[in-house]
């Protein structure tokens, strides 16, 4: 399985960004975004269950981030809104085969990992 991610660049605080991720290969997965900023650990961003009906959100970024998935293509869309400076990051979005319709947000529960994207937001 390989996840393809599409999205990131440069945007000002305040602003919105898209990021989108697609698995090749067939399967029902949960799916997740992480970060990691210069200098930090990977951290949690967002997670869908394979559905897409059971998600979860880092406090960070509650309210301000959505996690959607298209079952068709396998994807999983993250919106960022109300972007601020500190979520400048590479984001990765990750994927792991579930038997059970629930979202995972320890990285070490995913066994698939996209190639990362950087998102920089501007003061």
């Known amino acids: 399985v390989q996840l393809q991610a599409y999205g990131g660049g440069l945007v000002q605080a305040g602003g919105s960004m898209r990021l989108s991720c697609a698995a090749s290969?067939?399967?029902?997965?949960?799916m997740a975004w992480f970060r990691q900023a210069p200098g930090k650990e990977r951290e949690f961003v967002a997670a869908t269950s394979r559905s897409g009906r059971g998600i979860k959100f880092a406090d960070s970024v509650k309210g301000r981030f959505n996690i959607s998935r298209d079952n068709r293509k396998n994807a999983a869309s993250l919106q960022m809104n109300s972007l601020k400076p500190e979520d400048t990051a590479v984001y990765y979005c990750?994927?792991?085969?579930?038997?059970?319709?629930?979202?995972?947000?320890?990285?070490?529960?995913?066994?698939?990992w996209g190639q990362g994207t950087q998102v920089t937001v501007s003061s």
């Open positions: 290969g067939r399967g029902s997965y949960a």
């Open positions: 990750a994927a792991v085969f579930a038997s059970w319709d629930r979202y995972y947000r320890e990285g070490r529960e995913y066994r698939y």
